[in-house]
């Protein structure tokens, strides 16, 4: 997930341009939560003097986090008519979802922020619409990529500008921020035609239906995959909503245009096997997903058979894999053949490879290098890589790190509040916040509700009540574990001095102590008690 942030200025009197703001997906770590946004709260503070967010390009790791995090910042947002016009899309699918005025550019212009001169740069990658920027002030010129990569026919708009890149270069570039996707793979990233072929001469051979899962985002690839159906005399049908959003917008503005009409499930009855491609979601393995309804044959109208086909074409998200093999294993036991991108040419990057950075920094000849956008892996390998180039400064920074760029030697001098917020339901904080680690505990350990009621004479009044959500039924023994947990807390209490069990207090926490200990005696585990006492 992606947020940059660029200050101009000294400390007392800095303007502020912030470029993208991303979002990321919980894994099972973080149980029931929905959505991960970038901890926004140093920007928060300096609200007043943010001058305006950029957004590169509408994948949701760049631009997922506005809806929700933009009523906390109100800066212009500037972005592309693709961008702009799925960010309304989805606008209108969030109830509640604010509307947010964005000033539009096109790739080739120039705009103003604040002190800030931007330069759009089109760029290739796998949605419509992607651009770097010229960032210039009166200490230079920085180039930010966001993603990127080198393909002399991709499925959508014009090459990456080598020539502009090449003119920027030779002005002068004060720093590169650069994409460190693939920064460990050597060699040129395969051309996004070269995957319409491939995909192409697969629908042609099949002999039962195909159905194509991939990101929702890449239209090049969709329009790819539907222009071979109709080559091959078939008919191409969309499930998902994401899926169906994305293609709305993009046919609104022209992307699909010369393909035959898409169909609605409801009319996959009627299209026979043969004729039949599927575009549909579910490549990463969500559980709600089409394609995971249709591993488990539970989707209304659509379904697939012995002989039928199903290609992934993309890659696995980290994270993501356990779901992606469970969706496989389902469709090979209904008869289904899976074919992904290590059988044959299905997916390619839409990031550079190290041949492609290589002629980045050819063409743009930066004083500094930043890697960004990976993992530490990632950042590392790019990092060594700048070097070889005989890049003259290379500044490793990381979530957090406040780099000078200008005046001076590049580096980091300072350390920002960085880190995670978490959108679980409706509402958006931090794990403590939204109590992330007392339900991890939770899914691991369960849960002992206990209710004591003392008489006036602080005798029990009857045995303590015990309710277990997430526990054992029963212990080794075969006895029910409430009874146990009853037996562990009635003997806790009595063995409490009559006098001393005025302290409420403390018989709530020797009732939570005996329950938890002898849960963990007969289980092993530690669950979460809670403990009621109440005195008739």
């Not at 899309?89 to 800030?116: D, H, L, M, N, S």
């Not at 997903?289 to 989707?299: C, F, G, N, Q, S």
């Not at 993992?375 to 400064?393: C, D, N, R, S």
């Not at 509040?417 to 409706?426: E, F, H, I, S, V």
Request: charged share 25%; glycine share 8%.
């Amino acid at each position: 997930m992606n947020l940059a942030a660029y200050g101009y200025g000294p400390e007392h009197d800095r303007e502020w341009l912030v470029v993208d703001c991303g979002v990321s997906f919980a894994g099972p770590d973080f149980p029931g939560v929905d959505l991960v946004f970038p901890d926004i709260r140093f920007l928060e503070r300096q609200r007043s003097r943010i001058r305006g967010i950029v957004i590169t390009h509408a994948h949701e790791d760049h631009y997922g986090a506005l809806l929700d995090l933009w009523p906390r910042l109100k800066a212009p947002v500037y972005a592309s008519p693709f961008t702009a016009a799925l960010l309304a899309a989805k606008r209108e699918g969030e109830p509640g979802a604010p509307k947010i005025p964005v000033t539009i550019f096109q790739a080739g212009e120039t705009f103003e922020v604040g002190p800030f001169s931007i330069e759009a740069i089109n760029v290739t990658h796998s949605i419509p619409e992607p651009v770097a920027l010229a960032i210039r002030t009166s200490f230079g010129t920085v180039v930010h990529t966001g993603d990127w990569k080198i393909d002399a026919h991709p499925a959508l708009g014009l090459p990456t500008d080598e020539k502009r890149l090449r003119e920027i270069g030779a002005e002068g570039v004060l720093a590169l921020v650069c994409d460190s996707t693939n920064a460990m793979r050597e060699g040129v990233s395969p051309s996004e035609s070269e995957v319409g072929t491939s995909l192409r001469e697969i629908i042609t051979e099949a002999k039962g239906r195909v159905a194509v899962t991939t990101f929702s985002s890449n239209i090049g690839r969709i329009r790819a995959v539907a222009q071979a159906a109709a080559d091959s005399g078939r008919q191409t049908l969309l499930l998902g909503r994401s899926m169906k959003r994305m293609v709305d917008v993009a046919g609104e503005l022209g992307y699909l245009d010369g393909l035959p009409p898409f169909l609605d499930e409801q009319d996959f009855g009627y299209i026979p096997r043969e004729k039949a491609v599927i575009i549909l979601t579910g490549s990463q393995g969500e559980p709600r997903a089409a394609l995971a309804r249709l591993a488990r044959d539970e989707h209304p109208t659509v379904a697939l058979s012995k002989g039928d086909a199903v290609i992934f074409s993309s890659r696995a998200i980290p994270g993501n894999e356990k779901g992606i093999i469970d969706i496989k294993n389902a469709l090979i036991e209904q008869g289904v053949e899976i074919i992904e991108d290590r059988d044959r040419l299905v997916h390619v990057s839409g990031h550079p490879r190290r041949s492609e950075m290589k002629q980045m920094y050819d063409w743009v000849k930066p004083r500094i290098a930043v890697p960004a956008h990976g993992e530490a892996a990632h950042l590392k390998a790019h990092a060594l890589f700048a070097k070889e180039l005989g890049v003259p400064e290379v500044v490793e920074a990381r979530n957090g790190k406040m780099v000078r760029l200008a005046p001076g030697v590049a580096e980091i001098v300072d350390e920002i509040p960085a880190g995670r917020l978490y959108k679980d339901g409706t509402m958006i904080g931090t794990a403590e916040e939204m109590g992330i680690p007392e339900r991890r505990r939770l899914s691991l350990a369960g849960h002992i509700t206990v209710l004591v009621e003392l008489t006036q004479k602080l005798d029990l009044r009857n045995d303590p009540d015990v309710v277990c959500l997430g526990l054992p039924k029963r212990d080794r023994e075969g006895e029910e574990f409430e009874e146990t947990l009853i037996d562990a807390v009635a003997e806790a209490i009595d063995s409490i001095p009559r006098e001393r069990r005025k302290d409420l207090d403390m018989v709530r926490e020797a009732a939570r102590r005996a329950a938890r200990a002898e849960a963990n005696a007969v289980w092993g585990k530690k669950p979460i008690v809670t403990v009621f006492v109440i005195r008739g």
